[in-house]
């Protein structure tokens, strides 16, 4: 008797959101990694016309492709309590970077995602790190969430590959049948800002197949740490901020991605990629755009090419405060060579926190002036943050400003 297959067919003009066309293209990136480490079974793909995908899938590509996207295995971490019934598998004491002073730590074994699908593309183990890290602290908070990495590391399936299965074959034959699309309810850890249900008791509630691509959009989600600009004038890093691309051009995209996440800078800033902190929710957006923006530009293509494979970026500022995880802040940025072309003249000449976080955001309003807003900042915070020895950064940047303004004109 021959193998049951499965048909689901992807439209990406039609798929409801950002996060599931980048499903779809997180998808196809780790199909390409798995096919060159030669992890088989996979499932039959066909790019039938521009943007049109049409999975064949087996039950056994099916338990392929979820195992390797939630392999995970145990490492150590530090931390900086004594845990409750574990003992510590050895303790140092460290220079805290933000406060100076000396701190001990506890190292404990961990569950981790493996990722070796990053890997497998040349991501920097910083990357591959903070990437897991805004993984375990935002999108699988919860520990109940982590259970299908917790499955695969005691080498087991890391999903009901039988219930997955009949899922989506009920969704095939229901259509088949009456052409009702089946739904199913979603969480926080698949698609960002759903729960179970709303104040007003209505369900989460989206379509199983397109359910099924929300597995896999983490695969090309930028990971960046924001440092932001208290009250009190200081610097502090709050949660991270998650960068999803809404995916036109999937294939080029795809190629992009596949080449842009192995070039990251591997230059660090303390224990963090230095090119992930970023100085407001906004600035993920930008820069993750305008990495891929250099890729494209690297294979002389037109940036209006690159304009028409991501029309935009959703970005996501997420924080834990004990065991809950609160979004902050979420926007979508409209891409446009005029703005990533200004951007990347502000983030390779200024280096002042508080000044480039102010020309970002009068950059990301229109025919706003540059100098606008710092008013207002001036107005909050002591004069020491500006003047003095201390603040050569702050007031270099200014001449630089003013010089550049002078030779424009």
Not at 70 to 86: C, F, I, L, N, V
Not at 107 to 123: H, T
Not at 124 to 146: F, G, S
Not at 234 to 250: A, R, T
């Amino acid at each position: 008797m021959s193998e049951e297959i499965l048909c689901l067919s992807y439209d990406v003009f039609s798929l409801p959101t950002a996060q599931h066309r980048a499903g779809l293209a997180g998808l196809l990136v780790l199909l390409d990694t798995m096919q060159g480490r030669k992890i088989n079974p996979l499932p039959q793909v066909e790019n039938t016309e521009f943007g049109v995908y049409q999975f064949h899938w087996t039950k056994e590509s099916l338990r392929a492709v979820l195992n390797e996207f939630y392999d995970a295995t145990m490492e150590e971490r530090p931390s900086k309590t004594k845990r409750s019934g574990q003992t510590a598998l050895k303790e140092e004491v460290r220079k805290n970077e933000k406060t100076g002073k000396d701190e001990k730590l506890y190292y404990y074994e961990q569950l981790a995602p493996k990722a070796s699908f990053f890997r497998a593309l040349d991501m920097h183990d910083i990357w591959m790190k903070l990437w897991c890290n805004a993984l375990w602290q935002v999108l699988r908070a919860q520990p109940a969430t982590r259970k299908p990495f917790d499955n695969r590391q005691q080498h087991q399936d890391a999903l009901e590959i039988d219930k997955e299965w009949q899922d989506l074959a009920k969704f095939q034959n229901t259509i088949e049948s009456n052409g009702q699309f089946l739904t199913a309810s979603l969480s926080g850890c698949y698609f960002i800002g759903s729960q179970a249900h709303n104040a007003e008791k209505v369900a989460f509630r989206g379509r199983v197949d397109e359910n099924f691509l929300l597995h896999f959009w983490p695969i090309v989600m930028g990971v960046y740490q924001p440092n932001i600009l208290m009250n009190d004038g200081k610097m502090e890093f709050q949660g991270y901020v998650l960068v999803i691309p809404d995916v036109l051009d999937v294939e080029g995209f795809k190629e992009d991605y596949k080449q842009a996440i192995g070039q990251l800078s591997s230059e660090v800033a303390g224990y963090r990629p230095k090119d992930s902190i970023i100085s407001i929710h906004h600035e993920g957006g930008l820069a993750y755009a305008w990495h891929l923006m250099k890729i494209a530009s690297a294979q002389a293509q037109k940036l209006q090419a690159y304009e028409f494979k991501v029309s935009g970026v959703e970005t996501y500022h997420l924080k834990r405060e004990g065991n809950n995880v609160y979004m902050l802040a979420s926007d979508r940025l409209k891409l446009s060579k005029s703005i990533l072309e200004q951007y990347e003249r502000i983030v390779q000449k200024y280096t002042h926190p508080i000044f480039k976080r102010q020309l970002i955001v009068n950059l990301l309003e229109n025919d706003r002036p540059w100098y606008r807003g710092f008013d207002n900042i001036f107005s909050k915070m002591s004069i020491e943050h500006f003047i003095g020895n201390t603040t050569k950064g702050f007031t270099y940047n200014v001449s630089q400003k003013l010089d550049t303004e002078r030779s424009t004109q």
